[in-house]
């Protein structure tokens, strides 16, 4: 009780020294008696570490979004085991709470821009997703494989007329780990994992940037176990990186770029894959599958890029595999896969029929 209290003091007296915009706006939710309060972010965001933050909060021109999550929402990271003296990831996360745009969503799924660099993705605004449930109006946050809901939004006019919106949310938003520690949490997931280890990949995933990985459930994996019994680890690797996408392509790319999008380029140099949508399902092949495996679960956002759950393995043309014995070939490029030999066997080939951002995000490989 006494911390909530203290915090209370510290947020009266932060917004008596910023008592503008944003801050201002805030301001009216720092008192018990309401559906929510907001002391907490309140006062973390007025710390001398934070003054950045804050500026950007109290002299935002506009336009510009925040997240701000309830004090119940900081009461259960901080139960969970977050550090809010730890001045570097308090900085990392309260960045993820801003956006350079006055975002009000609009479609049944978009992806914000927010104001974290994100390390993992050279330096590019870290994304969050947004889900606007048709019917109900209601808005979900996702960010790797947690979410917030949007429990109100206020539209301030700032000081010099520009146009600021702030979503009050249930849940602090976390910036998403990497691939291979997300799949690590999925129980679904394990054969990947294991599958990953045994080619000695997990580096390398962790490693590249900007990517799009298709992620096959463990049935999928079972459904294949006579043809991978035979593989040495330099084809497992192989098989493996046909599941990369050089670029970051979420589902809405997909959809947009039409019916039919052949020769998606992948990490297996030379060994594409093709996609097919009726704008609700979406279902990829590659030349040695016998059907399509389909997307089961779309637009897991992680570090460097994002995770599409499919529930079939993906195979290229077998004969497109290296050859040789599995202590002959462990040490080839296919199967050392390090981030250098990942960026050398990108394609540079762009898919006809993709958006015009997701060729660009192909032409230039950004990893």
Known sequence: ????????????????????????????YTTAGGAFTVNTLITVASLPSQKAVLDTLANAAGPITLFAPTDDAFAKVIAAGFNSSDVAALTDVLLYHVAPTAFVPSAAREFIDTARPNPANGGKPTKLRSDLNSTSKAVT????????????????????GGAAVIHFI????????????????????????????????????????????????????????????????????SVLTFHVIPGVFYSTDLVKAGPTLANIPTLFAGNNLTETNDGTTVQISGA???????????????????????????????????????????????????????????????????????VAAVAAIVF
């Open 141 to 160: 946050l996702t960010f790797g494989l947690s979410s917030a809901k949007v429990i109100q939004t206020d539209h301030v006019t700032l000081t010099g």
């Open 1 to 28: 009780m006494r911390f909530f209290a203290t915090i209370t003091l510290l947020a009266s007296a932060a917004v008596a020294a910023a008592d503008t915009g944003i801050i201002a706006d805030l301001s009216k």
């Open 288 to 358: 040695g599958n016998t059907s399509p495996a389909k997307v089961v679960i779309t637009d897991v956002l992680v570090a460097n890029g994002v995770v599409h759950v499919i529930d079939t393995v993906l195979l290229p043309k077998l004969s497109n595999l290296p050859t040789g014995s599995a202590s002959a070939t462990a040490t080839s490029t296919a199967a050392t896969a390090s981030p250098t030999s990942l960026k050398a066997g990108a394609a540079k080939v762009a898919p006809a029929g993709l958006a015009a951002a997701a």
């Open 170 to 237: 249930d849940a602090v938003l976390v910036p998403p780990t990497t691939a291979a520690a997300t799949a690590s949490n999925v129980p679904s997931l394990s054969s990947l994992v294991a599958a990953l280890k045994t080619a000695n990949l997990v580096d390398a995933v962790t490693s590249a940037s900007g990517i799009t990985i298709l992620a096959p459930v463990n049935d999928a994996f079972t459904a294949i176990a006579s043809t991978a019994a035979t593989l040495t680890t330099a084809q497992l690797a």
